[in-house]
């Protein structure tokens, strides 16, 4: 963090442009102001770092007199740079906790928001939304690009940032992309970049059909933060295909909304042929599933009608919870009540290690089973929400409803 970064008016033109003005150490600290309440988060993304309340002098330490000499050495920084450049300042870049919000218009068609909340943890974020006519620019290419990206957290901002003061630059870098575009009368930027987006998504959507696993980032997106990236394949590539393809359907009413120049209508077709094409190969993997499923759970009644394991389910029901078998301190009492039950049946210890043996394998065939009846279970849950998302939108007339 060694600067302040600001947008600023041309004096002669209608131009914005970026400057920076640098941090510099001060040289001498009053106490009173190092033990002031000062509006500066500490961390942007921690919990509980929001500002830094007053003090008393008493509780000045190397630790906390450090926190307050960077929160006036910023504000120092700031000061400067508003006697530099006054009313000609659109934004710049802060550490203030909490929610700050800048919103800038500069006529009926161009407007920017710059939403901050710092030092809430979790609850922390850093996005912008950039307007032309109403119209959110939305990166649809994100998409297909992360797993976790959905209709709602994609079309709330035009960017989201990772929570961190070095987002600043880029972020108002794309702010200064998009107004001078505009502002050069070069609205056809807006239009190839809505394109361009759209195009990535759909082609992408399109291109699930045709491949056997993807890779992709594994979180949600943020501009200037790249996940992890995640190969998907077989079954679990099945989910985001699924997923991603059928619930492209949230973003029709968004695309229907954007400038006849971006050929909206277009992109809406290919939308509508992809789930209908891919509606009658979901409902042959559901029906393929439900019949393994089927399958997996009559072998799994079989066992556990099986062998010794109808008296280990008894025992287990009865004993283990109530006696309190699972605690260390038990384990020798229950030990004695299985010698006992042993002597009473009459088994010599040849065949109790046979019986055991074969206890042992069943419950880890059990065990198994149960394991790949949950997945098949998951998977199911998952396929059925996809299917049910395009029956919705086909069959209950969501389509004439969203184009009347």
Known sequence: MDYIYAIIRSPYTKELSMVKEYISPSNNYVESELCDF???????????????CR?????????????????IDFKHAE????????????TMSHRYGGWHGVNWEFNKDISFLIGTNFGYGSASYFYSLFKYKECTLTPYSFYVKYRH????NLVRYTYDYRVDYESWRMLLSD??????????????????WLQKHLSEMVSGLEHFMDIKEIQMEDGLP?????????TFSSDDFWIVKAEKIAFSLDFIKNISQLPAQVSPKQYINRIHALCKRFQPMLKQKIESTNKILTAKKEE???LLGSGDYPLYDKLYKKYYYKKKWYLDCNKNSMLKFLVALKNRFGINRTELKIRKNNLQQLLSGISDLKSEI???????????????????YFQEGVYAREFA
Do not use: P, W
């Open 374 to 392: 949950s997945s098949l279970d998951n998977l199911l849950t998952h396929f059925t929400k996809a299917d049910d998302r395009m029956n919705q």
């Open 79 to 90: 000061d400067t740079l508003c006697k530099k450049y006054g009313d000609r300042i659109v």
């Open 149 to 152: 990206s959905d209709y709602a």
């Open 222 to 230: 943020f501009k200037n933060h790249a996940s992890k990236l995640v």
């Open 38 to 52: 000062h509006n500066y988060a500490v961390s942007l993304s921690d919990q509980y770092s929001s500002y830094l």
């Open 55 to 71: 003090i008393s002098h008493n509780d000045l330490n190397y630790y906390t007199m450090q926190q307050r000499k960077e929160a």
């Open 300 to 302: 799994l009644e079989r």
């Open 175 to 192: 702010c200064l992309d998009f107004y001078n575009a505009i502002v050069n009368k070069q609205e056809h930027y807006i239009f190839s």
